[in-house]
């Protein structure tokens, strides 16, 4: 902590210096108000290590760069932390919200690394530095920390799994909310929708996955291709391993939820498994996956052009 202040220290005559070199260019009256906030501020950056959530966030440390401040910190944990960064005008008592003139390391979906940077436009987010203040920095885990778990739909109060497969994190359930006309399919299968109803029902926060997105959880499960592999750009049959590993890849439970694709008619429960992306490949048609429940065939997964009126299963991804 010694070495810390010292280091400062210096840094407040640094700062000094530059700024008075910035005086016959800016003007006394504006370059001195901008002194003194400044030297204020760095009163304030030396009291952050006391006032960390040190159970994730630790080594802070900060340079000023023009009129904005670089806070580096290392980030440790699993999964993803929300990071947010307050600040106090009456040594700590009174916190207040979040900083909002930050940007870089900071906000939703942040993950373990060191020097992490946080950019502060200060000089935007207080017209006055008075008081004794102080800045900390609060890691929140998410929910979807770890390799599985369970969410809640808000919605209607269900609960799905979900698994985290490379950097995607899918439910490892199909959907079951606000059934079409087949709901007598709901608590074997989940429900099945057309392709307009599957790219609106997922719940906040989770979307219908791309036909990009399922290429990529193709490449990180099947045992031979890998991602970016152009075999993935295939229509039809495609992949060594990825069907039957669908089925059994720590939970993704891929089931046999068959489809409802001519006349309204109920074709391959049991026996067949459809899922829709979110991308058209016609007109009338958009991409789905598909695979088979025992045969040779199973082990691959099929891409195929399907007619959006068709009525199949949604496993939703987190955004």
């Known amino acids: 902590m010694l070495g810390f202040v010292k280091w400062a220290i210096n840094q407040m005559f640094k700062a000094a210096f530059f700024l008075r070199k910035k005086q016959l260019q800016l003007g006394a009256l504006k370059t001195n108000l901008f002194i003194m906030r400044f030297i204020i501020l760095l009163l304030v950056i030396l009291i952050i290590p006391g006032a960390i959530n040190c159970q994730q966030v630790s080594n802070i440390h900060f340079e000023q760069v023009g009129k904005q401040i ?34 870089g390391d900071v906000g939703k979906k942040q993950k373990a690394g060191f020097k992490k940077e946080i950019l502060w436009d200060v000089l935007k987010e207080l017209d006055n530095l008075v008081g004794n203040l102080k800045l900390k920095i609060k890691a929140t885990g998410s929910e979807f920390n770890g390799i599985a778990g369970n969410f809640i739909d808000r919605r209607d109060g269900r609960m799905y799994r979900w698994i985290r497969v490379g950097d995607q994190i899918w439910m490892a359930e199909n959907l079951i909310y606000k059934s079409p006309d087949y709901s007598w399919a709901k608590e074997v299968y989940g429900y099945l929708y057309s392709w307009s109803e599957a790219k609106k029902v997922c719940p906040d926060g989770w979307h219908l996955p791309t036909d990009e997105e399922w290429k990529i959880i193709e490449g990180e499960i099947d045992s031979k291709y890998v991602k970016g592999d152009p075999i993935w750009d295939r229509v039809n049959k495609r992949g060594y391993d990825i069907g039957t590993k669908l089925k059994l890849k720590e939970g993704f439970n891929a089931l046999p939820s068959g489809g409802i694709l001519v006349y ?9 498994y459809f899922f829709w992306s979110a991308d058209e490949a016609s007109s009338s048609g958009a991409w789905c996956r598909n695979t088979w429940k025992g045969g040779s065939s199973d082990k691959k997964l099929s891409r195929n052009n399907m007619k959006k009126k068709y009525k199949m299963s949604v496993r939703c991804l987190k955004n």
């Open 70 to 103: 670089h806070i580096y910190y290392d980030l440790k944990g699993d999964g993803e932390f929300n990071i947010s960064v307050f600040c106090s005008i009456d040594n700590g008592h009174n916190w207040g919200k979040p900083l909002q003139y930050v940007t």
């Open 264 to 272: 309204d008619a109920y074709y391959f429960g049991g026996d067949h």
